[in-house]
Structure formats: structure tokens, C-alpha cells
């Protein structure tokens, strides 16, 4: 016999089970909650159920999909349930029912809202009991504005009792916070919108009185404020904080989206604005807020993408376009995945293949933490259709996705290779790299894919994460090599260095999409050697295309004699031949060769018939990431009124976030490079 939830039985209920019990006749089967029941009363065997962890609330949610569940989707579900496999269970179906948990490319994905199915919500309010009125306005004020102080919310002995709250150390301070999740969903449910203003209008004070001494007190305030529809000038000096602040995410993003209130006489101010500063921040605290926190475009203002892709004026890349475009030509990306719903690659995608990496199966789904396969990919063939949308080196070629893991073992590199070279790609980024000694397997697997005619590109390496060497993978004879260079075209201190580096190219703050789940507005904006291998290959697709009769040899040659030379005019170990420029590759009068200039491959003897896809594919590491968007593009007009000193001070900030160069042979500077031609 199984009962559920026995501690809910009424007397009369309880007593077929308790004589089966004393029986000792059949076997029964009790749950309940921790504390009573039959099984406290007859010292029955009991086996208290831990809430379950990441990775197995994960299990049970894929085997009742019986679909790959996104890490993106898990991780909140768990958040919400706290691996309570009842709660984990109510909230997908709430979610399948409501649309918020939907299956995409062959995954399922949760878009944010947490649905609340009547079921769910009886199942919170049965196991949050009764309340009194003292102990609902207290779980009420902590529904607006967990965690509080203790001496902000009455009375807690029975609510802790009763394990509706919890209280935890915050330094010196005691602080209360709802016991779980989800009980602040239901009790806000429960609220009516006047109640709910006024609630968080009284808490807006009672900070207010206090000082707003801690940090985050104004940003949460002004929060509450903007819930409640609330004027005040504390707005502007919140929106001001905005920008630097690493707190609640949605307070932020409404902060920064929202206009900044008229200067109305209200009752509340944490700190005093004096009429100049509060008329100053009137005018550039939203726009500041917008630029360099969420990179959302307000209403009036459409986000300018391709004004931040700063390295497009540099290497001449529109100039470029108009005499190749890639047309014809596919790139294979080895990365992590390929998120094809981003708007910049809507249709660049073809059907891919994945190598230990099950979640992609056609190499389609970006698995990667930081979206950085869908990063390389835009930066390469990003469509550019408007100013919104990136525009990748080669907006005309087609992108193979192959995904790997980001550990991911020998053999699963070198079948990815391998697999690009029998499907179709004429270049393999790889954007990734390897330390120690090589895999066999993978050296022979970038040799199958030389010999059949591809231009192999790889990256360097970045110091931060591999040191100063050259990845083994990037210095195998006849790979493009390819280091990082700065805004100037001089080598970008974070990138490896070594006699193998064949060419450099931008790798400082180089925009790229990613998708929604890593950055609400679906661009970043990484630095590293991946980004600068990525455009190389997007190089590489414009000369393949603008002389489809040229072997991979040739293709390679023409790239590093037309690149831009370090001021000596020799290669260098930092930026290889040069810095590369694409305009030239396609204009300049380059002799043919043989052989790969980088050694390896198969010589040439007469010349290879087109190089276009010679085939469709069969089924359909990383950089920092940046900030989001080069938020500074969405705000391009309202920047006008933003003071100079703001905007100085805010360069010389995001100049430090890369490492000083290693001593070089000159003095400890490295060689210059001539500007970008």
C-alpha cells in the first residue's frame, strides 16, 4: 500500500494504514513531510530524500523529455526547484503547457518565465499551510524585496519553524530570505498591483531612512521605485550606477531602459544631488546605463553593430566586397556549435555534424558557455542584411558546423577534420588550440585535409589561458598561423608568440553575435586570437572565391605576401609576415608556387580545377568574452551630450583589461606594424 503526503490524512484516513502497520501484514509505503506521520509514531525504517543535484535534476529531466535539455534551461529549473523532483516535474509541465519550456533544434529551451500551473501553485500554498496575517504581510514583504534585514520584517521565530525563511549572515548583518523559490512566485501572485506598489514604496522608505548605506541600496530601491511607477530623482543617480554594477540583472536592464523621470519634488533621496550633477545625470544617466550596461536598444535608437566593427575600416573590408564576397565557399568552423537562429546567420548555416558532443547533432546548437562557434562563424560570414547585424568578412559563404567539446579528446578533433574535408569546406577554422605534445591522429588528420586541397587556419594562442607558445595545432607545417594585433595593426599583448605564426590579425574587442542566452541583445564583444583566426579564414574565403582555379597552396602564399609587413620588412615572431589585408590579396599581382610557403601539404604541379564546395555536407579555447555589445553603439546619438571626461575615462578603463607584453628583443617593445592599408 502507497500513501502520499500521510501527514495530510485525517484522523479517520490515517487508521487503515496504521492497522495495516501494526499488522506487520502488508507492506506499506509512506511519504511525508520531515517530522510526524505514522512512521515517528511506530518507529517505522525511514530514508530521508535529498533534494537531487545539477547533474542528476539534469537526468531526470532529459529522460522525461527523452530530448537534450540546454544547460541554459537546467540550471534555473534546478534554481527553482531546489532538485526537489515533485517541484522539477510540476514546473516542466507548467512550462510545456505555457510555452515557456519549447523544443528547438532538437533541444529542449526555456525561455525565462517561470510558469505557475494552478497545480504547482496548491502544491506551494498546501505545503506553506495557513498563515496568519502577521506572518502573510511578512512573506509578502520579503516577496518584494528578499533579502531584508531582520529588523525590517517583524517577528520570524514561527516562520523559521515552520521552514518558511530563512536567515543567513551578510557580514555583520543578519538577513531573511523566503525558504524557497518559489514561494515568493505564488504570495506575489496573491498580491494585488495597489497592495504590491505600496509594499515596495514602504520599503523604498524604509531604505531610504536608513541611509542606503549598503552597497546595492540604490539600485534596489530605484527598482522598487520603477515597479510602483514612482517618480524620483534617486533614478538618475541610480541609472548613473548602473553601469558599473554587477547586481541584480533585471533591476539593471530596467534601469537602463527606462527614461529618466522628471525632476518632481518627491520625499526620498539616498544621497543628495546637487542641482548641476542632478541635471547632468538627468541627461546621460539612461544613456549611460544603455551604453555600457545592457547594449538594449530604447525605442528612438537602433542598435549601429557595424559602427563598432571597427577592424572592418581598418582592413578595407567594404572596399573588399565589391570585388569578392566569398561566393561559393564553405568554412568550416570546429568549435562548440553553431547557433543558426542568430540574425546574422540566417542562412549561412549548413547541416553539420558533431564529434563527442551529442547535444549538436547536426552541429547547430551552440553548446559552448560563452556562444563562441557562433561567435567565429558571424564574424566570418555574418550576413550584415542592416547596421544591426553583423557583417562577417565573407557574408557570402556558407558555414559547415562541426561541434566538439570544449575538452574535447584527440580523436574527436581529428574526425572533425577530417569530416570537414570530406564534406565540402574549402577552409577549417579552428579556432582552438593545443598545448604539449600533439596527437598523431590529429596531425595526420590536418595532412588528409591539406591534401585535399583546404586552407587550414588556426589560432596562436592566448596568453592568459596557454602561455606564450604557440599552440602545437597552430604550428603544424602549412597551417595559417595566425596572432593577434592591436587597433594600431602592433602586435596585441595577449597573444602567443613563436617562430610559427605565419599572420596576424585584429584580435582587441572585435564584435560578434552570440546567442540571446549568453547576452540579451546577441552580441559581445571578445578579444583573443580565436576572433583574429576567424577573420583570417573570412580573408581566405575572398581570395578562394575571387580565384576559384587557385590551389590551397597559392591561396595561402598570396595571404601572407600581401599582408601588411612589420616596419623591417621580415617575418616576425609576433605578427608572422604581416598584419593581413584583404584588399590587397584580391588586387595585387602575386607570383604562383609550388609548394606551401609554410611547408607541409601537397605540391602543386598543375593547376587544381575550381575550388568551390565541391561537395554539400551529408546531414544538414575560447576568447574573454567582452562585454555585452559594445553597448556604446546603441546610444551613438545620445553619447552627444555625455561629457568627454566620461567617455576618456571609460577608454582608459577598458584599455586595462589586457595583460602587458612579455619582454620583446627591442628594448622590451615589440616591433611596430605600419597602420592598417
Not at 518565465?113 to 512573506?139: C, F, H, N, P
Not at 564574424?379 to 575538452?407: D, F, H, N, R, Y
Not at 575572398?542 to 582555379?549: D, G, T
Request: charged letters at 15%; a neutral charge.
Amino acid at each position: 500500500m502507497a500513501v502520499d503526503d500521510e501527514q495530510l490524512l485525517d484522523n479517520a484516513s490515517t487508521a487503515a494504514p496504521e492497522q495495516l502497520v501494526r499488522r506487520q501484514r502488508t507492506a506499506v509505503l509512506l511519504t511525508v513531510r520531515t517530522g510526524g506521520g505514522l512512521a515517528a509514531d511506530h518507529g517505522l525504517p525511514q530514508s530521508d530524500l535529498a533534494p537531487l543535484p545539477t547533474d542528476q535534476t539534469n537526468e531526470l529531466l532529459e529522460r522525461t523529455l527523452d530530448v537534450p535539455v540546454e544547460p541554459a534551461t537546467a540550471d534555473p529549473i534546478w534554481q527553482a526547484s531546489e532538485g526537489n523532483p515533485l517541484l522539477v516535474h510540476e514546473l516542466m509541465a507548467a512550462g510545456r503547457a505555457g510555452g515557456a519550456l519549447e523544443q528547438q533544434a532538437g533541444r529542449w529551451r526555456w525561455d525565462g518565465r517561470l510558469a505557475l500551473s494552478a497545480r504547482l501553485t496548491d502544491l506551494i500554498r498546501s505545503q506553506m499551510g495557513e498563515l496568519s496575517q502577521a506572518e502573510r504581510g511578512v512573506l509578502e514583504m520579503l516577496s518584494i524585496g528578499e533579502p531584508l534585514s531582520v529588523t525590517a520584517v517583524g517577528p520570524l521565530e514561527t516562520l523559521q519553524a515552520r521552514e518558511l525563511v530563512r536567515v543567513r549572515q551578510d557580514g555583520r548583518r543578519s538577513q531573511v530570505w523566503l525558504a524557497h523559490p518559489l514561494y515568493g512566485e505564488v504570495v506575489r501572485a496573491d498580491l494585488g498591483r495597489l497592495r504590491a506598489n505600496r509594499l515596495r514604496r514602504e520599503l523604498a522608505d524604509d531604505v531610504s531612512a536608513a541611509g542606503g548605506r549598503r552597497r546595492g541600496d540604490v539600485l534596489r530601491t530605484a527598482g522598487w521605485l520603477l515597479d510602483s511607477n514612482s517618480p524620483a530623482e534617486l533614478l538618475a543617480e541610480a541609472a548613473r550606477q548602473a553601469y558599473g554594477a554587477s547586481g541584480s540583472w533585471p533591476v539593471n536592464t530596467q534601469l537602463a531602459t527606462t527614461p529618466t523621470p522628471p525632476q518632481e519634488a518627491v520625499g526620498l533621496s539616498l544621497h543628495n544631488v546637487s542641482s548641476w550633477r542632478r541635471n547632468l545625470v538627468s541627461a546621460t544617466a539612461a544613456a549611460l546605463a544603455v551604453l555600457f550596461l545592457t547594449g538594449t536598444a530604447s525605442p528612438a535608437v537602433a542598435a549601429d553593430v557595424q559602427a563598432g566593427q571597427w577592424y572592418l575600416t581598418a582592413l578595407r573590408v567594404p572596399q573588399s566586397q565589391t570585388i569578392s564576397r566569398g561566393q561559393g565557399i564553405t568554412v568550416a568552423v570546429i568549435d562548440g556549435g553553431v547557433d543558426a537562429t542568430v540574425p546574422a546567420l540566417k542562412g549561412q548555416v549548413l547541416q553539420g555534424t558533431q564529434f563527442g558532443i551529442p547535444q549538436s547533432p547536426n552541429g547547430t546548437v551552440d553548446t559552448s558557455a560563452k556562444g563562441h562557434g557562433t561567435a567565429m562563424a558571424g564574424t566570418i560570414a555574418g550576413t550584415g542584411t542592416s547596421t544591426s547585424v553583423e557583417l562577417g568578412i565573407a557574408p557570402a559563404a556558407k558555414i559547415l558546423p562541426i561541434a566538439v567539446p570544449e575538452k574535447y579528446s584527440d580523436q574527436d578533433l581529428a574526425q572533425a577534420i577530417r569530416w570537414a574535408a570530406d564534406n565540402g569546406a574549402n577552409v577549417v577554422n579552428l579556432s582552438l588550440g593545443e598545448n604539449g605534445r600533439l596527437a598523431p591522429a590529429i596531425a595526420a588528420a590536418v595532412q588528409y585535409a591539406q591534401n585535399r586541397n583546404i586552407v587550414i587556419v588556426a589560432a596562436a594562442g592566448n596568453v592568459d589561458q596557454t602561455g606564450t607558445a604557440v599552440s602545437v595545432l597552430a604550428g603544424l607545417p602549412g597551417v595559417v598561423a595566425v596572432s593577434g594585433a592591436d587597433k594600431k595593426g602592433n602586435f596585441w599583448s595577449g597573444s602567443a608568440y613563436g617562430p610559427q605564426v605565419a599572420i596576424s590579425a585584429p584580435a582587441v574587442d572585435v564584435v560578434a553575435p552570440v546567442p540571446s542566452r549568453v547576452y540579451a541583445t546577441g552580441y559581445a564583444q571578445p578579444s583573443g586570437t580565436s576572433s583574429a583566426t576567424a577573420i583570417v579564414s573570412g580573408c581566405v574565403a575572398l581570395i578562394r572565391a575571387k580565384f576559384p582555379s587557385m590551389d590551397a597552396n597559392n591561396v595561402i602564399n598570396r595571404l601572407i605576401k600581401t599582408a601588411v609587413p612589420p616596419s623591417d620588412k621580415k617575418r616576425s615572431i609576433y605578427l608572422g609576415f604581416g598584419t593581413v589585408a584583404p584588399y590587397r590579396a584580391l588586387t595585387e599581382d602575386v607570383p604562383t608556387v609550388t609548394t606551401n610557403p609554410l611547408g607541409g601539404g601537397t605540391p602543386t604541379t598543375t593547376p587544381s580545377t575550381a575550388t568551390g564546395s565541391s561537395g554539400q555536407p551529408t546531414s544538414g579555447n575560447n576568447d574573454n568574452p567582452g562585454p555585452n555589445l559594445i553597448p556604446w553603439l546603441i546610444g551613438a546619438g545620445i553619447c552627444l551630450i555625455v561629457v568627454l571626461a566620461i567617455v576618456i575615462l571609460i577608454v582608459v578603463l577598458l584599455s586595462r583589461r589586457h595583460r602587458q607584453p612579455p619582454p620583446g628583443p627591442y628594448g622590451g617593445h615589440f616591433p611596430p606594424a605600419p597602420p592598417y592599408q
